[in-house]
């Protein structure tokens, strides 16, 4: 089963820039789409971004379209959320996971177990 590992949370001021990293170690990571996804306390895990195995399809939350860009680099098994312009209702864990393609990772179908995620809080 496809495991991916997320890093780069923490605390960060409202306005402020976080890049969170998920990598796998598992082989053919090119041919599968990740997606980051979130939970803030007491909701549901919603989706925030996804990215084809090629990485020529990109797709967002409305909640973060112009404030987060989601890339990779499949030479590093690698996939990045760059976050700018934080908010408050930003805070959350923050998960990643693959998926067969972008469409199934925005209605949160995914192939992946889930991580431990990675926390993100935004101070006002």
């Known amino acids: 089963q496809v495991q991916l590992v997320e890093s780069g949370g923490g605390l960060v001021q409202a306005g402020g820039s976080l890049r969170l990293s998920c990598a796998s170690s598992?082989?053919?990571?090119?041919?599968?789409?990740v997606g980051w996804f979130r939970q803030a306390p007491g909701k549901e895990r919603e989706f925030v971004a996804t990215?084809?195995?090629?990485?020529?399809?990109?797709g967002y939350a409305d909640s973060l379209k112009g404030r987060a860009t989601i890339s990779r680099d499949n030479a590093k098994n690698t996939v990045y959320l760059q976050m700018n312009n934080l908010k408050p209702e930003d805070t959350a864990d923050y998960y990643c996971n693959a998926g067969s393609s972008t469409y199934d990772l925005r209605n949160l179908r995914t192939i992946g177990s889930w991580g431990q995620g990675t926390q993100v809080t935004v101070a006002s």
């Open positions: 990215i084809s195995g090629s990485g020529l399809i990109t």
């Open positions: 598992g082989r053919a990571f090119s041919s599968f789409a």
